[in-house]
């Protein structure tokens, strides 16, 4: 296998070949190719009426407003992706990587990096670490404005932002604190594994990242999550008691259940699980109780529980590890690729892993784009499933008033162009939904914007 492997090296690995252009090309490609979609999605959002599914529980004022609302959405899509398509063309056509990894080693040798690292530190690996953080902390900056105007702009206009401007950078801060704490052991580990094993390091950093992985899983409720939001653990009454019973019926191995402060940011609502697959907490948005009863929080609740009883997030979880062991097997033909870094302004050996798998990275996006389209399907059919699974259980008109206060709550889109939807959407649209679960409306939903 690995002969094989370094057979196609050499293939690719070919004297002058323009890999700039090829990776410039990918990411144009890409641009176009998404904006053409949203481009299609903006016609269909200028509807007048919704999807007939929809006519008897959306008022119109409300379905104008959503139509109003993904239209700016969309128009903002186009700017942001504009944002970041000059932004990569530039850091790719000017070499801004190969400098950028040469201020990494005057910081990382500097007098007073020196002073207070330890000693050990030092090489390729504490430079990859220093060229990663100040990369992101210049994206971060950089990022500052687009996303300012995201939340104070576009969504304090339609009255979802709650967060403060304070809370908004100090999200920010700490963000890049927390990358740093955890993602320095992360990173240098992923290094040091290829660095030992040499040519047959892939079982070994796709196990690493698998472990890495389920201990997020188990950690992120207590360490991370506390850094940006309360969790408390739902009272005492008919909500908590509704939901305990669905969850011992369905032997569902509930061992927490919280409430999470949503609505200091966002007025939009949501519920999740955390944990392994034995040991599950199920968090719910402030706003989620707020706006809906106990019988439609339940049946909420109820399609996720099927999501866990049909095993769609192992499956996902598997196809991930599947993909991922088949990207680094490919990362491997490109880690010695002579050609690849010498185009791109590093000449010298030993060259830096980590600026190849970058690169690899952005060779790979037609296949990303590819692999989007078949997970989004997946996804979807997963969501028809899980409704199914509440519906058995006895939600079904429950869960379609839930459904439909979310969409009215959050203005979420309520029609979609199929091609543009199929590519990012990995839910199906309130109208597939509520036709699949077989609805049909009784009295209007007592809930308008």
Known sequence: MFGFIKTLATTFDIPGFNWKGLILGFTTAQ???????????????QKSEPPETLKLDI?????????????????F??????YSFLLNYTVIQFNVLPKLWGISAKLMNSDI????????????????LFFLFSFQFISSLISIPISYYEHFVLEEKFGFNKQTKALFFTDIIKSLILGVIIGSPLIAGFLKIID?????????????????????????????????????????GKLRTSIEELAKKQKFPLTKLYVIDGSK???????????????????????????????????????????????????????????????????QIFIHNNSLYNNF??????YPVIIGFLLFNDILKPLDCFLTFGMNLLSRKHEYQADAYAVKLGYSQQLSRALIKLQIENLSTMDADFLYSSY????????????????VADEKVKKTI
């Open 265 to 331: 940011r966002s007025s939009h609502s949501n519920a999740y699980f955390m944990g392994l697959p034995w040991s599950k907490q199920i968090v719910l948005f402030d706003t989620l109780i707020e706006s809906s009863s106990v019988e439609e929080t339940t049946a909420v609740l109820g399609h996720e529980i099927g999501h866990w009883y049909l095993s769609h997030n192992n499956k996902m979880i598997g196809i991930a590890q599947l993909y991922s062991f088949f990207l680094f097997t490919l990362f």
């Open 31 to 45: 641009f176009i190719f998404e904006n053409y979609l949203t481009y299609r999605q903006y016609k269909v959002l």
């Open 424 to 439: 990012h959407y990995s839910h199906p649209i309130l109208s597939e939904r509520l036709k699949a679960i077989g609805y």
């Open 196 to 236: 030992y094993f040499g040519d047959k390091f892939i079982f070994y950093i796709w196990s690493f990242l698998f472990v890495v992985q389920l201990a997020m899983q188990t950690l992120y409720p207590f360490i991370i999550q506390p850094f940006f939001n309360k969790l408390t653990p739902l009272e005492e």
């Open 345 to 350: 302004g590093f000449l010298n050996k030993p």
């Open 77 to 82: 899509s186009i700017f942001s992706d504009s």
């Open 113 to 128: 990096t020196k002073f207070i690292l330890p000693k050990f530190m030092g090489g390729v690996i504490t430079q990859s």
């Open 59 to 75: 008022p119109k004022e409300t379905f104008s407003k959503s139509q109003l609302y993904s239209r700016a959405k969309a128009r």
